[in-house]
């Protein structure tokens, strides 16, 4: 197969971390060929979707006691070239959030691509229905009490009623912008004002779980079906698990809880399009939805020792011959 990726600029990857790496790895592993674009780099020419694209050939990362090592010269790129993206078999598109105003333009023109001819994921369509926070919501029942708003008094009130709260940005990632609140809290007000820039943006405000002490947990998701998880725990004074802030990856199970929040949210998850999503589940509650560029693969891989991205990748053969 041909397999097309949109990053970041990759010398910003980290080839022992990043999940867009180890698909990529295990693509030209199986076999495959590798191409990869940017989002500025995707054009429409007489209706249909182009890339200038590059080859890409990596070195793949080796486990050293138990840590994945890579050479300082990891990919190597080949000459540009500009193509039609249904040339190719797939398309992956893997820029980080946040969604910006670039981003939407990039998805409306994946949106001309053929599904028949090459596969779009996660489908462009899907990544502008699912905001990471607001689509959760779609799942309310196996979500802690949450309210989205911009009225202080509003938020003011969800906070007393429930002692501690989580606020989020809704188009954060990594622990950005995350905050936590509480009543007696001389910033409260001013926390509002600047989270929701006077007022004038809703938050996401979510009743704290003291389960998040014990980890937050990535499930990570494959067309609708949990193939793998990693908890992350809070490191040192910091309540966020994410790994980007220093949460300490562990080895976990996913459990009977979780399975049937997969139950519920897979199906959906097919039905948009949303093929590798990553769901952060927080003390057996749902707590967000990953799509835009969800990692996890690469800790997966190595506290497990399975390949995650072989299985992605064995996966769109199989829909790829069908
Ligand atoms: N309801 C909650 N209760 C306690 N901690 C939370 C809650 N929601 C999120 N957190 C903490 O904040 C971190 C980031 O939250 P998340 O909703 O996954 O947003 P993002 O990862 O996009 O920044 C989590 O790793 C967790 O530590
Ligand atoms: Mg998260």
Redesign the pocket.
């Known amino acids: 197969m041909k397999l097309a990726f949109i990053l970041d600029p990759i010398a910003q990857l980290d080839p022992g971390h990043d999940s867009t790496v180890a698909i990529m790895e295990a693509a030209q592993i199986l076999g495959h060929e590798v191409w990869v674009t940017e989002i500025h780099q995707l054009s429409v020419v007489d209706g249909q979707a182009w890339a200038k694209l590059r080859p890409l050939e990596l070195v793949p990362v080796q486990l050293d006691s138990h840590n994945w090592r890579s050479v300082p010269e990891w990919f190597s790129l080949g000459e540009s070239e500009w193509l039609n993206l249904e040339t190719m078999d797939a398309v992956f598109m893997r820029k980080d959030p946040p969604v910006t105003v670039p981003y939407l333009y990039a998805t409306y023109i994946l949106e001309l691509v053929n599904p028949q001819k090459t596969l779009v994921m996660n489908a462009p369509q899907g990544l502008r229905e699912a905001n990471?926070?607001m689509y959760t919501l779609q799942f309310y029942g196996v979500m802690?009490e949450t309210l989205v708003s911009q009225d202080k008094a509003q938020i003011r009130e969800f906070v007393e009623k429930h002692q501690s709260a989580?606020l989020?940005p809704l188009g954060?990632?990594?622990?950005?912008g995350?905050l936590f609140l509480e009543p007696g809290d001389r910033n409260f007000n001013s926390i509002i004002e600047v989270s929701t820039r006077q007022g004038q943006e809703p938050v996401m405000i979510?009743?704290?779980?003291p389960e998040?002490k014990l980890g937050?947990k990535r499930i990570i998701v494959l067309d609708g079906v949990p193939i793998g998880a990693i908890n992350?725990v809070?490191t040192g004074q910091e309540?966020?698990?994410?790994m980007a802030v220093g949460?300490r990856v562990e080895k976990t199970e996913i459990t009977p809880r979780e399975l049937e929040i997969c139950a519920q949210v897979g199906p959906k998850l097919k039905q948009d399009g949303l093929y590798f999503v990553g769901l952060?589940v927080?003390g057996g509650?749902l707590?967000?939805v990953?799509v835009t560029s969800p990692t996890g693969i690469r800790e997966v891989d190595r506290l497990n020792d399975v390949r995650l991205g072989q299985q992605v990748i064995r996966w769109l053969e199989t829909q790829r011959r069908s």
């Open positions: 990471e926070k802690p989580i989020k954060g990632k990594a622990g950005e995350i979510q009743r704290f779980l998040a937050d992350r809070p309540f966020r698990g994410n949460g952060d927080i509650y707590t967000e990953n």
